[in-house]
């Protein structure tokens, strides 16, 4: 298992108001009132795989600081190279639209994020999220995979980088893929 720094899905929502850089990749990290907001994802061997992100925060600052939790989802976009340029080879979000035959829309969660107090040095995990491509009709081929993720925060949406996965050979030979 290892984990890497925030990201992903960088042209969806960069088309749809994400905050990133100007030419639309994902950002290493995004600070905000003390806070670094950050992202890491791992691979999860199983029945299919599992592509787990963890979205944290960190007080970077002397006070306390409040946070809000991320109740709505985090969407991923997988790329063949890290500096995620170009069309990604699987889009949770399109994928996820496809699979459910309906669109999703921003805005569209109305789940209730919890407040919470980060002590200076202090941090917090404010969503883990899993996805499973094969589920949603997506076989990944064995090589390493750049993670962006879309995360929701109030009032926007910030493309962070994720790190990156690595599909084992053994791993796609079992999936056939």
């Known amino acids: 298992m290892r984990w890497i720094v925030l990201a992903v899905l960088a042209a969806v929502v960069a088309a749809c108001g994400a905050k990133g850089w100007a030419d639309g990749r994902p950002l290493p990290e ?39 939790s991320v109740a709505c989802e985090v969407y991923v976009r997988l790329h ?18 496809a699979y459910t035959r309906r669109a999703v829309e921003d805005g569209e969660c109305e789940m209730v994020a919890r407040r919470i107090v980060v002590e200076p040095g202090e941090s917090v995990w404010l969503t883990v999220a899993g996805v499973w491509p094969e589920r949603m009709g997506t076989k990944l081929g064995a090589g390493r995979y750049y993670v962006t993720a879309y995360v929701p925060f109030v009032g926007r ?21």
């Open 30 to 68: 995004w600070r905000e009132k003390g806070i670094r907001y950050w992202a890491e994802s791992l691979l999860v061997p199983g029945e299919s795989l599992e592509i787990r992100t963890v979205v944290g925060a960190r007080n970077e600052s002397t006070e306390p600081v409040e946070v809000v």
């Open 157 to 177: 949406t910030v493309a962070l980088v994720a790190g990156e996965i690595e599909v084992p050979v053994a791993e796609a030979a079992e999936r056939g893929s």
């Open 80 to 97: 063949l190279n890290p500096d995620r340029e170009g069309l990604p080879v699987w889009d949770q979000r399109a994928s996820y639209a």
